[in-house]
């Protein structure tokens, strides 16, 4: 079965960029897409069609696509930011939803 | 606003079945395509099933196929899913998400969450 992977952690300083990669076959031809979850929270969708901002998500989050890995990019890193980031495409045939395992990220 | 409620967690004993409900609101329910993932206590998420917009398309993940079935209601703006031979393993809280692209299926985003309701199969 089709599967996207992930980092299991990443850990910065306040202030510093992050960077949160996600790899997968069908990356070429599906978007992929990132949520934010804290504890004992809902995902919160970030990042839509690999790099499009929903309404009321902070500039300073931003996505990029290069072949098989897509990245999610926190400038600027705020406390607030630690929490689960998790990515979420197809399969190449769009028949099936995939998540990736996530990562944690961890604010110094 | 749009309001996504999923109801109908409970403690279950093993090979019982279940049915959640979503209820939806805020937005053309009818237009839209909706999801169930699931996340184990401690795990990540875990896609569960989708359906389309009017309920023709329906795809499910390899550890729910055969056991559950995924369906929706237009004229009651909800979303069902009904879960038979539950397993301890299928113990997590269950999240409904509607798309946020309108009757896109799959290779699409989710943008409004419930906040989950909680089954657990245990004997």
């Known amino acids: 079965s089709y599967e996207l992977t992930q980092p299991p952690s990443v850990s910065v300083s306040p202030g510093q960029t992050a960077r949160i990669t996600c790899s997968g076959d069908a990356l070429p031809s599906q978007y992929a897409y990132w949520y934010q979850q804290k504890p004992g929270q809902a995902p919160v969708l970030v990042i839509n069609k690999d790099s499009e901002r929903p309404s009321g998500i902070p500039e300073r989050i931003s996505g990029s696509s290069s072949g098989t890995t897509v990245t999610l990019t926190i400038s600027g890193v705020r406390a607030e930011d630690e929490a689960d980031y998790y990515c979420q495409s197809a399969d190449s045939s769009a028949t099936s939803v995939v998540f990736g395992g996530g990562t944690k990220l961890t604010v110094l | 606003q749009v309001q996504v409620v999923e109801s109908g967690g409970g403690v279950v004993q093993p090979g019982t079945s279940l049915r959640l409900s979503c209820a939806a609101s805020g937005f053309t329910f009818s237009t839209y395509g909706m999801q169930w993932v699931r996340q184990a206590p401690g795990k990540g998420l875990e896609w569960v099933a989708v359906?389309?917009?009017?309920?023709?398309?329906?795809y499910y993940a390899e550890s729910v196929k055969g056991r559950s079935t995924i369906s929706r209601d237009n004229s009651k703006n909800t979303v069902y899913l009904q879960m038979n031979s539950l397993r301890p393993e299928d113990t997590a809280v269950y999240y409904c998400?509607?798309?946020?692209?309108?009757?896109?299926?799959?290779?699409?985003?989710?943008?409004?969450w419930g906040r989950g309701t909680l089954v657990t199969v245990s004997s």
């Open positions: 998400a509607k798309a946020e692209a309108p009757t896109v299926t799959t290779g699409v985003g989710f943008d409004y």
């Open positions: 359906i389309s917009y009017d309920g023709s398309i329906t």
